[in-house]
């Protein structure tokens, strides 16, 4: 049978408000298609098949019941392209919010049993029907083979038949709290699982979170991630998100322009299935999009949507994989196709990669001002992350071959899962002394205070057992790889030996003993990735006389002056000497 195509006629019956029985009459379309339909009194409106139509046809629609009279109208018939609907099934990764963290750990494990399962009791069905799942981000799956390393045979297995496919980033990260490293480290579990598996992953999720850090692009680039599914809220304070990028697939370039990332933001993000409810019920809300993107000159003749189930952390849709099956056979289009990120973008490219807009510039993210509620901590993990950047460095110059790979995963896996999305629990504004929301956030703020705890360890870990070659010695490392000049304090205790310090060659140094017992030199010069040596002698350190007169609100010297509110501590007066005025706008 011909492809047949659905017209909606809209019938009203004009009938005594007595009359409740439905008549019989027909649908015709003019070309000799009819069909018996049912009219009840008052308005309706009647699905008509009729043979699909390869361009915009006008019919005469007629409709007549047996021994009536026979009304007929101009229908216009748009002509409807044959498209393709890529599902992508997932649970969105709430780690907290919605329960404690532990709870939500156990519960995306237990998602990665069912969508096994599922996989398991489909694996008969026709090609696109068969149950995919996306591992959103892959932190459960860490999870899951750390915890529960009897099953992970199964899963490893799943991931290389493609049945699951995990995405490359960690977390649903706040990328605008992450320094470079992190944004680096955001993809290290997948690189290892690629390793395990023999699996490239060239893709990644992140979902929920309204924009992203530019810096993303270098990073996903370096680990050989071109496509990003970008599924923001579709509601609670996105800006223009998802009017700038929903159905609207883009390229966007790296700072440099020398690298690039698919990204692909689909109909209401992460979270149409809530929205929507079950796709069996729901194929006229998406027919619907699909003409609304026609009628709008939508250039694709794909889309793709998250299936993320019924709720945060949702289990995998059950219902799904058989209504696809059902749909599938007795559809041309839209035809339903259950995959993994990678399958749906790279149809996208393969067929319109070289029509596809490039752009450039900052995503400018939405979310990330609610780390301030939690300053403390923010600064916390912050400084982990600086100083594990320090460590790995000092590490790699000093014993590359005992770095406790380990640990630094651990301690950057703590970094990571602070920044993550999820900040308080859904009711910590409202409730914020509740029971269950003081006990998440001891389990976000132990992943602050853990990484600096960690971080610290690796850094004092990584000078371990270098002894100086006489009392005093010490050197002082530049990580940066450019040329550093910078103050150096060192504590009473090791500066007790005099004020005075000397570099290698035995110059003196410019140095200062501060009022806190402190000794503070000037350290010039030192090459990057590499260090200086410098002794703490005995003597005082002479200094040249000083013309500066501090008082609590005032600093003044041969050439400047500068005053304080005493108020507000802002600088009211900045007067250069030689040059008459105020340098502060007031």
Not at 117 to 134: E, H, L, V
Not at 355 to 371: A, C, I, M, R
Not at 413 to 431: C, F, K, L
Not at 529 to 554: I, M, W, Y
Request: hydrophobic share 35%.
């Amino acid at each position: 049978q011909a492809p047949r195509q659905t017209l909606h006629v809209p019938i009203y019956r004009f009938a005594s408000a007595s009359a409740t029985t439905p008549v019989t009459a027909t649908l015709s379309d003019g070309r000799g298609n009819s069909q018996q339909v049912e009219i009840k009194p008052g308005p309706q409106t009647v699905d008509f098949a009729v043979p699909a139509v390869d361009r915009s046809t006008w019919l005469t629609v007629s409709l007549g019941a047996e021994g009536g009279t026979r009304t007929t109208a101009p229908v216009e018939m748009n002509y409807m392209r044959q498209w393709t609907v890529y599902v992508l099934p997932h649970s969105h990764h709430d780690l907290g919010y919605t329960d404690v963290q532990p709870h939500i750990v156990k519960k995306q494990m237990h998602n990665l049993d069912l969508a096994l399962d599922q996989i398991n009791q489909t694996k008969s069905y026709p090609p696109g029907a068969r149950f995919i799942w996306n591992a959103e981000v892959s932190w459960s799956i860490d999870d899951y083979l750390t915890y529960q390393p009897e099953k992970a045979p199964r899963l490893i297995a799943a991931i290389k038949d493609g049945t699951i496919y995990p995405n490359g980033w960690y977390a649903n990260e706040l990328t605008g709290l992450c320094r470079p490293e992190e944004l680096l480290h955001l993809a290290a579990f997948g690189l290892k699982l690629e390793e395990k598996t023999g699996v490239p992953i060239d893709s990644a999720m992140i979902s929920d979170v309204p924009g992203l850090s530019w810096g993303c692009i270098q990073a996903l680039n370096e680990a050989g991630i071109h496509y990003l599914s970008d599924g923001p809220n579709y509601f609670d304070r996105i800006g223009h998100t998802l009017v700038d990028t929903e159905d609207k697939p883009f390229y966007w370039l790296s700072t440099l322009g020398n690298n690039q990332v698919l990204v692909w933001t689909p109909w209401r993000g992460y979270a149409l299935a809530p929205v929507i409810g079950p796709l069996r019920g729901a194929t006229e809300q998406l027919i619907s999009h699909l003409e609304k993107l026609q009628d709008n000159h939508y250039p694709y003749d794909m889309i793709y949507i998250r299936w993320d189930g019924f709720g945060d952390n949702a289990a995998p849709d059950e219902n799904l994989a058989p209504f696809i099956k059902d749909w599938n056979q007795t559809h041309v289009s839209p035809k339903f196709i259950i995959a993994g990120t990678s399958t749906a973008f790279h149809a996208l490219e393969d067929k319109y990669g070289k029509q596809l807009p490039k752009l450039q510039g900052e995503f400018t993210p939405y979310w990330e001002d609610g780390s301030g509620s939690s300053a403390h901590e923010t600064a916390l993990n912050r400084e982990a992350a600086e100083r594990l950047v320090q460590a790995e460095t000092l590490y790699a110059l000093l014993k590359p071959q005992q770095t406790p790979v380990d640990s630094f995963y651990a301690a950057w896996r703590d970094v990571i899962m602070y920044d993550e999305h999820t900040w308080g629990a859904w009711n910590s504004v409202s409730s914020p002394n509740n029971p269950g929301v003081k006990e998440q956030w001891k389990y976000k703020q132990a992943f602050a205070v853990n990484a600096r705890q960690q971080a610290s360890n690796l850094l004092q870990q990584a000078t371990d057992n270098r002894t100086p070659d006489a009392p005093g010695q010490f050197d002082v490392f530049n990580t940066c790889n450019w040329t550093r000049s910078d103050l150096v304090t060192l504590s009473k205790t090791d500066s007790a030996k005099g004020d005075i310090v000397e570099d290698a060659a035995g110059n003196h140094i410019p140095s200062q003993r501060l009022n806190t017992g402190e000794l503070v030199f000037l350290a010039k010069d030192i090459p990057p990735l590499a260090a200086k040596r410098f002794t703490v002698v005995a003597g005082t350190n002479s200094t040249d006389s000083s013309t500066l007169q501090a008082d609590p609100l005032e600093l003044a010297n041969d050439w400047f002056t500068l005053k304080l509110d005493a108020k507000t501590g802002g600088i009211t007066e900045w007067v250069n000497k030689n040059h008459p005025g105020n340098l502060i706008d007031n």
